[in-house]
Nanobody, 130 residues
Framework: QVQLVESGGGLVQAGGSLRLSCAASGRTFVNTPMGWFRQAPGKEREFVAAISWNGGNTYYADSVKSRFTISRDNAENAMYLQMSSLKPEDSAVYYC???????????????????????WGQGTQVTVSS
C-alpha cells in the first residue's frame, strides 16, 4: 500500500519558519518528480513547489519563490519543504504528492497541476498568525 505522510505543520507567527516533511512508503519514488500543494478553506488546491527525481531541478509558485525551499532525500524516500518568512496567507493544509512511475516522458518535467499527481498524503495544517 502506497502511503505519503506529511509532518511538521503547526502554528507559527508571521515571519517565522517551519519545515515540512513527507515520508513515502509502499513503493519508492526515486524515479519520479514530487510536489507540494496547499489548500486553504474555501479555495482550490494550489501548487506550491515541485522537484525532479534527482533534486537537480525545482520549480516554485510565484507566491512562495525565494521564501520556500523544496528538497528530497532519495535514500530516505522523503521530501521536505523549508518555509521561511511565513505570512498569514500561507496558512493552509499542505499536501505532498507524487505521480505514478513513467507518467512523463521527460525526466526533467515538473508537474504543477493536481491531476498530474496520483498519490497524495493526508495533509498537515500550517497556520500563520499575524
Amino acid at each position: 500500500q502506497v502511503q505519503l505522510v506529511e509532518s511538521g505543520g503547526g502554528l507559527v507567527q508571521a515571519g517565522g519558519s517551519l519545515r515540512l516533511s513527507c515520508a513515502a512508503s509502499g513503493r519508492t519514488f526515486v524515479n519520479t518528480p514530487m510536489g507540494w500543494f496547499r489548500q486553504a478553506p474555501g479555495k482550490e488546491r494550489e501548487f506550491v513547489a515541485a522537484i525532479s527525481w534527482n533534486g537537480g531541478n525545482t520549480y516554485y509558485a510565484d507566491s512562495v519563490k525565494s521564501r520556500f525551499t523544496i528538497s528530497r532525500d532519495n535514500a530516505e524516500n522523503a521530501m521536505y519543504l523549508q518555509m521561511s518568512s511565513l505570512k498569514p496567507e500561507d496558512s493552509a493544509v499542505y499536501y505532498c504528492a507524487a505521480p505514478g512511475n513513467g507518467r512523463f516522458r521527460r525526466p526533467s518535467y515538473l508537474p504543477t497541476r493536481p491531476n498530474e499527481y496520483d498519490y497524495w498524503g493526508q495533509g498537515t495544517q500550517v497556520t500563520v498568525s499575524s
